[in-house]
């Protein structure tokens, strides 16, 4: 439904390819799609387990009028997105955890990362990475995945079929996207705070400098979470890692 795929056996990452294509000047939407990745690209510089034929592992680009201070409202829209084609392909009742994971019972099944290039103070493309683990079984993870990460397979007791997944999730992210054009961020904030399961809860909070215990209070609009901590001082966070939560 109007998008263009590029569909590809094995690749190092799909992110890279995204990249030229959205040089080369490729629409909206256009998708990258790879059935395995050799160098899958995590956050933070790690690596992203893609075994051939298990997941969905794909890059879409995007091309929105956001200004690069609010890029990170993107990927609360694509975390939206994924959460309710999870929820309707799967009945499995996912939660996102800031800023963008998608857990089920506290293990994470989907990861996004947002690549962004710049043009003279405006954003000229972005690069959705998507990685959903979708039919790996238990045997795809090794030791240290094993105790948070998790498959919709194993979640559910059953393949889950990958083609209607990334249907689904196109047709939620197409939606999305006209709402967030015609309406802005709050609607999309909304919809992500219903999803959530970072809120309200005392947890652990990792920063690159610093590592407390605060209660996340609510999402901006500049997708950064504000916490209050134990002595009652309120602070806003940009990046971070936050700790278990109970789901
Ligand atoms: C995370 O660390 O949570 C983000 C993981 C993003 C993985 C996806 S898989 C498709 C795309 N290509 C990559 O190399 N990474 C992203």
Redesign the pocket.
């Known amino acids: 439904f109007g998008h263009t795929i590029h569909y590809h056996k094995a690749v190092a990452?799909?992110?890279p390819l995204a990249k030229e294509l959205a040089e080369q000047g490729a629409a909206e939407g256009t998708v990258v799609l790879a059935e395995q990745?050799l160098?899958?690209?995590?956050?933070?510089g790690?690596i992203?387990h893609?075994p051939y034929g298990k997941g969905v592992?794909?890059?879409i680009v995007l091309r929105p009028a956001t200004p690069i201070q609010l890029a990170p409202q993107l990927t609360l829209l694509t975390a939206v997105a994924l959460a309710e084609a999870i929820r309707s392909i799967t009945e499995l009742n996912v939660g996102i955890k800031w800023p963008?994971?998608i857990l089920h019972k506290g293990k994470?099944l989907c990861?996004?990362?947002l690549e962004s290039a710049a043009e003279e103070q405006r954003l000229k493309y972005v690069i959705a990475?998507?990685?959903i683990d979708v039919n790996l079984g238990e045997n795809d993870y090794e030791n240290e995945l094993r105790n948070k990460a998790t498959s919709l397979r194993i979640e559910k007791g059953a393949p889950v079929d990958r083609e209607q997944l990334i249907e689904a999730f196109m047709m939620k992210w197409e939606r999305l996207s006209d709402l967030y054009d015609q309406q802005g961020f709050e609607p999309i904030a909304q919809l992500w705070e219903s999803y959530t399961i970072s809120l309200g809860q005392r947890t652990l909070i990792t920063t690159a400098q610093e590592q407390f215990y605060a209660v996340p209070l609510k999402l901006t609009e500049r997708g950064s979470i504000v916490v209050k901590l134990d002595d009652g001082e309120e602070r806003e966070i940009f990046s971070a890692e936050m700790g278990e939560v109970k789901q």
């Open positions: 990452s799909t992110q990745q160098q899958g690209k995590g956050r933070l790690r992203w893609s592992w794909m890059s963008n994971d994470k990861g996004i990362l990475g998507i990685g």
